[in-house]
Nanobody, 127 residues
Framework: QVQLVESGGGLVQAGDSLRLSCADSGRTISDYAMGWFRQAAGKEREVVAAISSNGAMTYYAHSVEGRFTISKDNGENTVLLQMNSLDPEDTAVYYC????????????????????WGQGTQVTVSS
């Protein structure tokens, strides 16, 4: 059973950085394609970034491209989301998600593509 746990959220000021981490206490993350999503109050869940199971292929939402970096540490069984130059518009609950991929090079950018979800971690960016 895949059990995802996010950490690293918090309250920061605009322009600051945060690094979110997602760990799997069950099976190994190295077998899964992973994604980071976020949901702001009153809005739908949206993709932030996604990565293939081998870590070679990545996808970023236009709103975060150039500021956020997704990476996979298969040895440490974690997926990271480095967030730089944070903006109040980035305020949301951030979720990591996992699914078994069709190939090691495939990433998935839709929430409906994922089978496993973490509980989420709150990121609040003040102006």
């Amino acid at each position: 059973q895949v059990q995802l746990v996010e950490s690293g959220g918090g309250l920061v000021q605009a322009g600051d950085s945060l690094r979110l981490s997602c760990a799997d206490s069950g099976r190994t993350i190295s077998d899964y394609a992973m994604g980071w999503f976020r949901q702001a109050a009153g809005k739908e869940r949206e993709v932030v970034a996604a990565i293939s199971s081998n870590g070679a292929m990545t996808y970023y939402a236009h709103s975060v491209e150039g500021r956020f970096t997704i990476s996979k540490d298969n040895g440490e069984n974690t997926v990271l989301l480095q967030m730089n130059s944070l903006d109040p518009e980035d305020t949301a609950v951030y979720y990591c998600a996992a699914r078994a991929p069709f190939s090691s090079l495939t990433f998935y950018a839709r929430a409906s593509d994922y089978d496993y979800w973490g509980q989420g971690t709150q990121v609040t960016v003040s102006s």
